[in-house]
């Protein structure tokens, strides 16, 4: 069954996490998907901080033998809370609690629960790391919900800003999700998706095909930067910030013709 949960547990990966963003934003709720955007940046960061800050062990820290070697490749840092699970919780719940329809909330709650079990049957964290990160998910999911995110232009610059000053002075050594975090954040914080989705079925093909075409050639674009400039705290937020502002701004100008200014 380790194929099985390998590939229900890769369901977690950044790829994935930035599918699910992108078409949410295009296709479904331009202004929900930002605020979603938010709260997921806000969770990625309290996870990242609770992970190195309490340090706390995975099943085969002690005991090498508890996970194979590509099981222990989907697991990067210490234990707890679940960043698998706080994430999928984050995401999918969000989602589910913005769009609030049964079919969703069905889907929302199989992918979290499956993702969830992943974790526990390739024995790469413990249930507790689990049971936090589902919490910590779902907290973020009703902030997703409820957030409003101030509009003004001294804000909108302002959070931005200070975001990207603390990267550039993040110590040597701090773990590289510091940065994407504060990228995400800064960048989901920046945006301000005006546009409004494409209608028919046609259009938002063209729009889910093309837009993730950009977005992706920006992501891998970006990643093959030399290892040694995208440790740099800096260059890892603006990265990340850069890739967030290409998917809410930059592809609906691109394509303005299947997603029209939303005045």
């Known amino acids: 069954m380790e194929s099985f949960w390998m590939a229900v547990t890769n369901l977690g990966r950044d790829e994935v996490f930035i599918v699910a963003l992108a078409l949410y934003t295009w296709l479904v709720s331009p202004r929900g998907g930002r605020n979603l955007g938010v709260a997921f940046a806000l969770s990625y960061l309290v996870n990242t901080a609770l992970k ?5 062990p995975r099943p085969f820290t002690n005991d090498p033998a508890a996970a194979s070697a590509a099981a222990k490749a989907t697991a990067g840092g210490p234990g707890l809370p679940s960043g698998h699970t706080q994430m999928a919780a984050t995401l999918w719940g969000g989602i589910a609690l913005q769009v609030r329809r049964p079919g969703v909330w069905v889907a929302a709650g199989l992918l979290i629960a499956l993702i969830s079990y992943s974790r526990l049957a390739l024995n790469v964290h413990y249930p507790s790391d689990v049971v936090v990160g589902l919490l910590l998910g779902g907290l973020f999911a009703l902030m997703a919900a409820r957030i409003h995110v101030p509009d003004d232009t001294a804000v909108r610059w302002g959070v931005p800003a200070l975001l990207l000053l603390v990267a550039a002075f993040l110590p040597a050594g701090t773990p590289r999700e510091y940065g994407t975090g504060l990228g995400l954040l800064a960048g989901f914080w920046f945006v301000r998706p005006s ?8 259009g938002r093909l063209i729009v889910a095909v093309l837009g993730l075409v950009l977005v992706f050639a920006v992501f891998f674009g970006l990643g093959a930067l030399p290892q040694s400039v995208k440790d ?4 890892r937020a603006l990265r990340y910030a850069l890739l967030v502002w290409v998917a809410a701004e930059g592809v609906p ?5 299947w997603m029209p200014k939303n005045e």
């Not at 546009?195 to 046609?202: H, M």
């Not at 100008?253 to 013709?257: G, T």
């Open 52 to 56: 190195f800050g309490l340090d706390l």
């Open 195 to 202: 546009f409004a989705p494409p209608r028919d079925v046609a």
């Open 232 to 235: 740099i705290g800096l260059v």
């Open 253 to 257: 100008l691109v394509l303005r013709r």
